[in-house]
C-alpha cells in the first residue's frame, strides 16, 4: 500500500482548479510551480491563467489522501476529483503515464465557453510582460525535439488538415503583417535559427556528396 495524494491548483476568483495525483507531495507542486514560472507548463490553459493573473491569484489544496495499492486504484481517485468541473484539465493524466479523455459533453461546453471570446489589450500586456526575455527550458526543448524526431503525420490526418484549411475563410480583416517589413537585426536572427537547425538534422557530408563532373 502506498499513499497517494490527490491536488489542487485552483484560481481563487473564478474557482476552476487543476486536479492531479502524486506519491510525493512536496516534490510535485515544486514542479508545478517550476513549470509554471518557466511557461512550459502541459496544461496549456492553467500556463494561460496562471500567466494572465499571477501566482498569488491561485492556491494549492490537497483534496484526499488515501492508501492505494495500485497505480489503478490512483488514476481512478483522480478520475473522479477531475470529473467534478469547473476545472483547467481537458486530459486526465497521472504520473504513471495512464490518461484518459473527457467526454464530448464537456468538450462542447469548453468550445461554447470560449467561442468568439478575445483577449482584452490589458490581458495581452500582461502575458507579453510576463514572458519578455523569457527563455525556455532546455530540458523541455530537447524532449519536444525527441518526441517529433523521425515522426510523420498520417494519411488521415493530412487530409484532415488540408480540408480544414480549405475550408477556413479567410478574414476580410488585414493581418498583422499587413504591409509591414521585419526589421533587419529580426531577419538576421531568423536566418540563422533556420541555418543552425537544418545543419544540426543534416546528414553526414559523405552521404550528400555527389560526383564531380569535369566540364569538357
Known sequence: MRTVHIY???????????????????LRWIDHRRRLRNGTHHCRYLQRAWIKHGKDAFSFTVLETIAVSTPVERLALERK???QEPRYNTIGISEDGASFSVGEETRAKLRALNLGKKQSD????KRSLATKGRKRDPEAT????EFWTGRKHSDESRARMSASAKA?????????WAGKTRPEATKAKMTASQTSRWAARRREPSQLALPLQSRS
Open 8 to 26: 489542487a491548483i485552483s484560481h481563487l476568483d473564478s474557482g476552476k482548479s487543476y486536479v492531479g495525483s502524486t506519491w510525493n507531495l512536496k
Open 81 to 83: 476529483w477531475i470529473a
Open 122 to 125: 490589458e490581458s495581452r500586456l
Open 142 to 145: 530537447a524532449k519536444t525535439a
Open 168 to 176: 477556413r475563410k479567410k478574414s476580410d480583416t488585414p493581418g498583422y
